[in-house]
């Protein structure tokens, strides 16, 4: 039924910049990115509501930015000045009206190495 399908991932170079892509099958109030981080529990990345309304964490604010395409239902992260503490499965997540409308993607490897 519902599904959320991660892109985009890959090993890049510090200092560089990667584009993931979430296509969803319906549309949702909020949508967002969370990542696992080797050794560590799952973290809030970026999150973006219907209304455009933003939220990021703090390690990665002005260097992500979170957007989305409604007609697609697709949303995207844009990184930029990646660093290696980046390194992490990055997680589509999507929320919608009702409590139990929350779904996930299978995720996408990020690796930010040189």
């Known amino acids: 039924q519902v599904q959320l399908v991660e892109s985009g991932g890959g090993l890049v170079q510090p200092g560089g910049s990667l584009r993931l892509s979430c296509a969803a099958s319906?549309?949702?109030?909020?949508m967002g990115w969370y990542r696992r981080a080797p050794g560590e529990e799952r973290k809030l990345v970026a999150t973006?509501?219907?209304?455009?309304?933003?939220n990021y964490a703090d390690s990665v604010k002005g260097r992500f930015t979170i957007s989305r395409d409604s007609a697609k239902n697709t949303v995207y992260l844009q990184m930029n000045s990646l660093k290696p503490e980046d390194t992490a499965v990055y997680y589509c997540?999507?929320?919608?009206?009702?409590?139990?409308?929350?779904?996930w993607g299978q995720g996408t490897q990020v690796t930010v190495s040189s």
């Open positions: 997540n999507g929320r919608g009206f009702l409590a139990v409308q929350n779904y």
């Open positions: 319906s549309s949702f109030a909020v």
């Open positions: 973006i509501t219907s209304g455009g309304n933003t």
